[in-house]
Nanobody
Framework: QLQLVESGGGLVQPGGSLRLSCATS????????IGWFRQAPGKERAGISC????????NYVNSVKGRFTISRDNAKNTVYLQMNSLEPDDTAIYYC???????????????????WGQGTQVTVSS
C-alpha cells in the first residue's frame, strides 16, 4: 500500500552528477518527512539528507553538504536527490525512507524511519 521506489542510479565518473528520484504511492507525501540514506558494502546504513514535510527545512551530513541537494514535489509524489561532484566514496546503495505520519522533524538514523524503498545502486568509478 505505502510504497517508495528509488530510481536514477548508475555508473558515473568522478566529478559527474546523478539525480535520484523517490517515487511514492499509497500515502499523501506532504504528510511525511523523507530521508535519503546510503549503504556501502560492509558498512552500516547511514543517513545523508532529510527534508521536512513542506520542503522548507533540509539537513545534510557534512560529507555531502554543498554537493547534494534534496528536494520534494508533493504534487508529483516524488522526492529528489541531486548529486554533483561525485566521488568514489559516494559509491553505495541509496535508499529513500519516510518517517511515521506523526513525526515532524528531520532525523538522521535508520530506526527513526518506518517505510523504505528497495534502493538504487550508485557507482562512482573511472
Amino acid at each position: 500500500q505505502l510504497q517508495l521506489v528509488e530510481s536514477g542510479g548508475g555508473l558515473v565518473q568522478p566529478g559527474g552528477s546523478l539525480r535520484l528520484s523517490c517515487a511514492t504511492s499509497g500515502f499523501t507525501l506532504s504528510d511525511y518527512v523523507i530521508g535519503w540514506f546510503r549503504q556501502a558494502p560492509g558498512k552500516e546504513r547511514a543517513g545523508i539528507s532529510c527534508i521536512s514535510k513542506s520542503g522548507g527545512n533540509t539537513n545534510y551530513v557534512n560529507s555531502v553538504k554543498g554537493r547534494f541537494t534534496i528536494s520534494r514535489d508533493n504534487a508529483k509524489n516524488t522526492v529528489y536527490l541531486q548529486m554533483n561532484s561525485l566521488e568514489p566514496d559516494d559509491t553505495a546503495i541509496y535508499y529513500c525512507a519516510a518517517r511515521s505520519r506523526a513525526a515532524y522533524s528531520c532525523a538522521d538514523y535508520v530506526f527513526q524511519y518506518d517505510y523504505w524503498g528497495q534502493g538504487t545502486q550508485v557507482t562512482v568509478s573511472s
